[in-house]
C-alpha cells in the first residue's frame, strides 16, 4: 500500500478512536471514488460505516456500506465483525407476523372457521420465511463465534435458538389449526383440538416474548432533553452577531425574572416585540421561532406557539374586513407570537382609498395597546431593513411599541458558511460534496449574488435540490458512489456554448481600430488590477461607466455586448449580459413612479452593463417632465451599486455633453469616452459582403464596384445599419428577378450570387428613401 494512503487512512483511524466520528466523511468517499486497489477501497468503505454508526447506531445505510466492503474484500475482518455487531438488529421484527386473533368456544361455526383460517395463513407465511432466514442467522452466528466478543456470540445462539424453537413449534400450531378446521367442518367436533390449539399458540407467545426479551436491551436510549432554544440558535450555521445579541437578550430577561424574585418593583416592562431585517434566506422566520420558544422557557408567554402571517390575510377588500381580519389573528396569537413577515407590504407607497392596508396597521396598534390584549402576545415583524425604517413610521405608535434595543439585522451568509448550509443539505438527504463540488456551488453563489433578492440559504438549499434531482435523473446502474457522491457535474449549468471568445468577436468587428486598441487596453488594465488584489496587493480604482458617442449604426451597442463580455470574462462581472434601454424604460407619467421604475430596470442589469440609448433624451424642456429624477436616480444606485454595475450612455457627442453637465455627479462618474466614427467606404462594403455572407450569398466584382460607386459619391446615413438595410434590399431584388423571370437552369447556382442589377435595384430604393 502506498505510504501516503496508508498514512492517510491511520490518521482516519486514530479520529475515529478518539471522537468516535470522521469530521469530513466526505473526504473518505471522495478518496474511494479515486480509489483502484480493492482492499483499500474496502477500508475506506469500512471507514465510513463506522463513522456513520458513531453518529447513529442504527444508521440504515451502514450494513450496505459493510456488505460492499466484504464483497471488495471478503478477508476484511474488521468489516465482518461490525456487520455482525450491526446485523443482529435486523431480525428485532422477525416473529412480529406471528399475531392472532382470539378464538372462543362460544362462537358460532362460521366466526371459527375464519379464525382457524386466519391461523393457518399466518402460519404459512412465517414459516416459508422462517426457513428462508434460518441459514442467514447460522451463517452470522458460525462468524460469531470466530469474535472475541462472547456477547454477541450468545446473542446470535439465542436468536437462532428460538428462531429455531419458533419454527418448529408454529409447524406444531399449523398442523393443530388445520386439524381444529376440519373438526368445525365435520359432523362431530370435540374440544380436544381447541385444546391442542391454545397449548402450541401459548408456546409461540412465549417464544415471541422471550425473543422480545432479547432487544430490550437495545431499546434506543431515552431521548434526551431537547434542546434549549439558545442551544439550537448557537447550533445555527453563522449568524454570530445575532447569536451574540439573543444571548445577551436572553441573559437581561433572566436578570429581570431574578430581580422580581427578590422582590424589587419594575414599574415599566421590557417589550417583547422584536424587529428582524434582512435579506430573504437569512433566518428571520427561523430565529422568530426560536424567540418564542425563549419567551416560553422564560416564563414570560404560556405557549410557544407561532401565528405566522402575512398581508394577504390581514388586508380585507371592503370596509371593516380588515379589522375583523386583524383582530382573529391576534386572537390566535394570545400566550404566543405573531409574526408578521414582509410587513412593509402593509403600507404600500400611493396607497389608493381602496386598499385597506394602513387599515391593519391601525388596528394592530390599537389591540396591541387595548386592555383586552395587550402585553398577552408579542409581536415581530420582519422585512428588508430599507423599507422596514419606511413602514414603521406608517403609525405613529408603532415605533414605540418597538424599542430600538429589539431591532436585530441578520446578515448575508458568506460563501463558506453558505458551503456549509449545503454540506448540511446534502448530508441530510445522505449525499456528500466533492471539493470540486464545493467550488462550482461557490461559482454558483457568486452568479446569484448580484442584488438585495438573494436568497442566501434558501438559495443553496435550493441548488443542492437541484443537483440531487439532476444526479437521480440522469442515473443509471447500481454504483454505489451514483447514490452517495454530488459532484461538480452534479452542479455545472448547461451554458450557452459560444463559438467566438469576446476577444474574438472584437478582433472580427470591421474597422474601429483605435476604439479595438482602447478597449482591450482598458480590459487588459482591469484583469492585472484583479490579478494584484488576488494577490494581496493594494489595487488602482477601477472605472468603467463608459460614454459611447459617434453617429446610429456605427456599431455601439454591438461593442456594448461585447465589453460586458469581456468584462464577465475577467471575472468583474458576475453575469456579464447587456440590458438595452431608452428613455421609455426609464420615465413614467406620474410622480414618484420614476424613481422606482428606474431602479427596477438598474436591478435586472445588476452583474451586467445597463447600456441607455440616445441618453440625452432623458433631458427635456417640457415642464412636469420626469427624465432629471432619472438621472438622479441613477447616480445615487451608481454610487450603491460600485462594481456590481457597468452603465453605458449612448448618443450623440454634443448632445451627451449637455447630459452630462445637468448633474454635478454624472460626469465625475464616467470616465471613458468611446468615439465611434462613421464607416469608410470600403469598410461599408467589407460590411455588406460580410452580412450577405452570413446568409451564403456573395457578392459579383461588378456588384461590389457598383457599390462602392455609390458609397463614395452618396451621402449617406446609418453607417453599418445603411449597410445591412442594403444587403436585405439586393437579396429581396434577387429574389423577384429570379422569381419573376424565367431563371432557366442552374437556379441553385444563381440564387446564391448577387448581381450588379440587383444591386441597382436596392440603390434606387434605398437611396432613394433617404433623399
Not at 360 to 367: C, I, Q
Not at 547 to 569: D, H, M, Q, R
Request: glycine share 6%; net charge negative.
Amino acid at each position: 500500500m502506498n505510504q501516503d494512503k496508508q498514512e492517510q487512512i491511520n490518521t482516519w483511524e486514530n479520529e475515529l478512536n478518539e471522537a468516535g466520528v470522521l469530521k469530513e466523511e466526505s473526504h473518505v468517499l471522495e478518496a474511494y471514488s479515486q480509489e483502484h486497489d480493492v482492499k483499500i477501497s474496502s477500508k475506506l468503505l469500512t471507514l465510513l460505516a463506522l463513522s456513520r454508526l458513531g453518529r447513529d447506531h442504527q444508521d440504515p445505510l451502514a450494513p450496505t456500506l459493510l456488505e460492499k466492503a466484504i464483497a471488495l474484500n471478503p478477508e476484511n475482518k474488521q468489516a465482518k465483525e461490525i456487520l455482525v455487531r450491526t446485523d443482529w438488529h435486523d431480525f428485532k421484527d422477525m416473529l412480529d407476523s406471528l399475531a392472532f386473533p382470539a378464538i372462543r368456544e362460544t362462537d358460532n361455526r362460521t366466526a371459527k372457521k375464519k379464525v382457524s383460517q386466519h391461523y393457518i395463513s399466518v402460519c404459512q407465511r412465517f414459516l416459508q420465511k422462517g426457513e428462508e432466514q434460518l441459514p442467514a442467522l447460522e451463517a452470522k452466528l458460525d462468524l460469531a463465534s470466530t469474535m472475541m466478543d462472547k456477547n454477541i456470540f450468545q446473542t446470535y445462539r439465542k436468536l437462532y435458538e428460538l428462531l429455531t424453537s419458533a419454527i418448529s413449534e408454529t409447524s406444531s400450531l399449523l398442523k393443530a389449526a388445520e386439524e381444529y378446521d376440519q373438526s368445525i367442518t365435520g359432523v362431530f367436533h370435540t374440544a380436544t383440538y381447541y385444546d391442542a390449539l391454545k397449548f402450541h399458540l401459548a408456546n409461540v407467545e412465549e417464544i415471541k416474548t422471550n425473543w422480545q426479551q432479547l432487544f430490550i436491551t437495545d431499546e434506543e436510549e431515552p431521548a434526551s432533553t431537547e434542546k434549549t432554544a439558545l442551544d439550537q440558535l448557537h447550533g445555527l450555521i453563522g449568524m454570530d452577531s445575532v447569536k451574540k445579541r439573543v444571548n445577551d437578550y436572553y441573559r437581561f430577561l433572566k436578570y429581570q425574572q431574578q430581580r422580581k424574585k427578590l422582590g424589587f418593583a419594575s414599574k415599566d416592562e421590557m417589550s417583547l416585540n422584536m424587529v428582524l431585517t434582512g435579506n430573504p434566506g437569512t433566518g428571520k422566520t427561523t430565529l422568530a421561532r426560536l424567540l418564542a420558544k425563549i419567551y416560553h422557557e422564560l416564563g414570560v408567554l404560556p405557549r410557544q406557539k407561532v401565528i405566522e402571517t402575512n398581508r394577504s390575510q390581514l388586508v380585507g377588500s371592503f370596509v371593516g374586513q380588515t379589522e375583523e381580519n386583524v383582530r382573529m389573528v391576534v386572537e390566535r396569537a394570545v400566550g404566543g407570537v405573531l409574526f408578521i413577515d414582509e410587513a412593509y407590504s402593509l403600507k404600500r407607497e400611493g396607497q389608493s382609498g381602496n386598499d385597506y392596508g394602513q387599515a391593519a396597521v391601525d388596528t394592530l396598534v390599537s389591540l396591541m395597546t387595548s386592555h383586552e390584549y395587550g402585553g398577552k402576545f408579542a409581536v415581530i415583524l420582519a422585512g428588508y431593513p430599507e423599507e422596514m425604517r419606511t413602514f414603521l413610521h406608517a403609525n405613529p405608535g408603532l415605533r414605540s411599541r418597538f424599542p430600538q434595543s429589539n431591532f436585530i439585522h441578520l446578515p448575508n451568509y458568506s460563501n463558506d458558511e453558505l458551503i456549509q448550509i449545503a454540506e448540511a443539505t446534502a448530508m441530510d438527504n445522505d449525499y456528500y460534496l466533492t471539493a470540486d463540488a464545493k467550488l462550482e456551488i461557490s461559482h454558483r453563489l457568486d452568479q446569484e449574488r448580484v442584488d438585495d433578492t438573494f436568497g442566501n440559504a434558501r438559495t443553496v438549499r435550493n441548488i443542492v435540490m437541484d443537483a440531487i434531482f439532476k444526479k437521480g435523473a440522469g442515473t443509471t446502474g447500481d454504483d454505489l458512489l451514483q447514490y452517495m457522491l454530488l459532484t461538480k457535474a452534479d452542479f455545472t449549468v448547461n451554458r450557452e456554448d459560444q463559438t467566438e471568445s469576446p476577444n474574438d468577436k472584437l478582433n472580427n468587428l470591421i474597422g474601429l481600430e483605435s476604439l479595438k486598441t482602447e478597449i482591450r487596453t482598458l480590459v487588459s488594465f482591469v484583469k492585472m488590477q484583479q490579478f494584484r488584489r488576488n494577490h494581496g496587493l493594494p489595487t488602482v480604482p477601477v472605472q468603467l461607466h463608459s460614454v459611447f458617442t459617434g453617429n446610429p449604426g456605427t456599431g455601439k451597442t454591438t461593442v456594448a455586448k461585447i465589453y460586458s463580455e469581456l468584462l464577465k470574462e475577467c471575472g468583474l462581472l458576475k453575469r456579464g449580459h447587456l440590458i438595452v434601454t431608452s428613455r421609455a424604460d426609464f420615465v413614467a407619467g406620474y410622480v414618484g413612479q420614476t424613481a422606482e421604475k428606474t431602479k427596477r430596470k438598474i436591478r435586472e442589469a445588476l452583474g451586467g452593463v445597463l447600456f441607455i440609448d440616445e441618453a440625452y433624451s432623458l433631458l427635456s424642456q417640457t415642464s412636469g417632465d420626469f427624465g432629471k429624477e432619472v438621472i438622479d436616480t441613477l447616480v445615487d444606485e451608481m454610487t450603491k451599486q460600485n462594481e456590481n454595475l457597468v452603465v453605458i450612455l449612448a448618443g450623440y457627442p454634443t448632445e451627451m455633453n449637455v447630459l452630462l453637465e445637468s448633474n454635478p455627479g454624472l460626469r465625475s462618474r464616467f470616465k471613458k469616452f468611446f468615439f465611434f466614427p462613421d464607416y469608410s467606404p470600403e469598410e461599408l462594403l467589407e460590411i455588406i459582403v460580410s452580412y450577405a455572407g452570413s446568409f451564403q450569398y456573395s457578392v459579383t466584382e461588378k456588384a461590389k464596384q457598383m457599390l462602392i460607386n455609390t458609397l463614395e459619391t452618396e451621402t449617406t446615413r446609418g453607417n453599418g445599419r445603411f449597410a445591412t438595410n442594403l444587403v436585405d434590399e439586393m437579396i429581396q431584388a434577387q429574389a423577384a428577378r429570379l422569381m419573376n423571370d424565367d431563371p432557366g437552369e442552374n437556379l441553385l447556382e444563381k440564387s446564391l450570387i448577387l448581381e450588379a442589377e440587383d444591386v441597382q435595384r436596392a440603390i434606387e430604393k434605398i437611396v432613394g428613401v433617404e433623399r
